[in-house]
Nanobody
Framework: QVQLVESGGGLVQPGGSLRLSCATS????????ISWYQQVPGKQRALVAE???????DYADAVEGRFTISRDNDKKAAYLEMNDLRREDTAVYFC?????????WGQGTQVTVSS
């Protein structure tokens, strides 16, 4: 059974940091591109960052230089280090695993940036 479980969200002040984790099971993790998406009410999910099976990364312009995506193939986990958080980063963050026609999602974790 495929599972992606996000954790690490919460309430943080502007300028603060959070580290999101995505624990996975049920598929061959090393084959998959792992991505983080954000979604705010009334809008579609938007790509924040992704990391390919061989470690290449890409970021949305809005988070470039503030967020870092990483993966640990031994632990079958991915991470999103978020620094210098801004109010506009407030969203539910979803972990996604993608390979060929396979496309898996976690349940999301809420990140709220507020003073």
């Amino acid at each position: 059974q495929v599972q992606l479980v996000e954790s690490g969200g919460g309430l943080v002040q502007p300028g603060g940091s959070l580290r999101l984790s995505c624990a996975t099971s049920g598929f061959t993790f090393t084959r998959y591109t792992i991505s983080w998406y954000q979604q705010v009410p009334g809008k579609q999910r938007a790509l924040v960052a992704e990391i390919t099976h061989n470690g290449f990364t890409d970021y949305a312009d809005a988070v470039e230089g503030r967020f870092t995506i990483s993966r640990d193939n031994d632990k079958k986990a991915a991470y999103l280090e978020m620094n210098d958080l801004r109010r506009e980063d407030t969203a539910v963050y979803f972990c996604n695993a993608r390979w060929m026609a396979n496309d898996y999602w976690g349940q999301g974790t809420q990140v709220t940036v507020s003073s």
